[in-house]
């Protein structure tokens, strides 16, 4: 696997909520994308940050809250975004290899 396919399954990993958006275009001031939701096609400005707002209903990000995530639909998202924070904790974590002259 090559590097940008490890970065682009590393992402989709620790980002699942992208599945759920269509990357319309990049802007070419800052890092923000314009986004369409897959369920509502409702279209806006932003990042990951806001995808996640957008499909767990949360407040004060900036953009409504989806109308077409159904509690199932949220409660699998909310599992997904769960094991996404997991593994990027995980993935932060440094090893620490005890020294064998040490001991």
């Not at 490890?6 to 759920?20: G, H, M, S, V």
């Not at 077409?68 to 599992?79: A, C, D, I, W």
């Amino acid at each position: 696997m090559n590097i940008t396919n490890q970065a682009i399954k590393q992402e989709d990993e620790t980002k699942p909520l992208w599945r759920n958006v269509s990357k319309l275009r990049k802007k070419t001031s800052g890092g923000n994308n314009m986004i369409q939701c897959s369920l509502c096609n409702f279209s806006f400005n932003g990042s990951y940050t806001r995808v996640r707002a957008h499909l767990l209903k949360l407040t004060g990000a900036g953009v409504r809250s989806c109308p077409n995530v159904t509690v199932s639909k949220l409660v699998e998202f909310k599992k997904l975004d769960n094991e996404a924070k997991l593994k990027i904790k995980g993935l932060k974590q440094k090893k620490i290899i005890p020294c064998t002259t040490c001991i």
